[in-house]
């Protein structure tokens, strides 16, 4: 089992910027993979952007060159740094962990509001 609880939502101007937290815990060990979702009001759920164990990361075309993803050396916390926010950013923001014991399971947390507006 892995606990995620996300930080760092709120109101910013368009063309601000905003750093997201995502901190892991639980069976920190056994995950492979990290990654940041959003879901924008009447849309579904879209990947924003992932991170390996090993470091190698993966953005949505839409944000590539304006967010970056990372996490601290002991693996325990996620982030993601967003620059030159746009309307378009505004959603919900999601972490996940994908972790593998006996099968592949991803956990959510429970999201955190973006919300860019003037």
């Known amino acids: 089992q892995v606990q995620l609880v996300e930080s760092g939502g709120g109101l910013v101007q368009p063309g601000g910027s905003l750093r997201l937290s995502c901190a892991a815990s639980?069976?920190?060990?056994?995950?492979?993979?990290m990654g940041w979702y959003r879901q924008g009001p009447g849309k579904q759920r879209e990947l924003v952007a992932t991170?390996?164990?090993?470091?190698?990361?993966n953005y949505a075309g839409s944000v590539k060159g304006r967010f970056t993803i990372s996490r601290d050396n002991a693996g325990n916390t996620m982030f993601l740094q967003m620059n030159s926010l746009k309307p378009e950013d505004t959603a919900v923001y999601l972490c996940?962990?994908?972790?593998?014991?006996?099968?592949?399971?991803?956990?959510w947390g429970q999201g955190t509001q973006v919300t860019v507006s003037s």
């Open positions: 639980g069976s920190i060990s056994s995950i492979y993979a």
């Open positions: 991170i390996t164990r090993g470091g190698n990361t």
């Open positions: 996940s962990a994908d972790i593998y014991i006996n099968r592949p399971e991803r956990f």
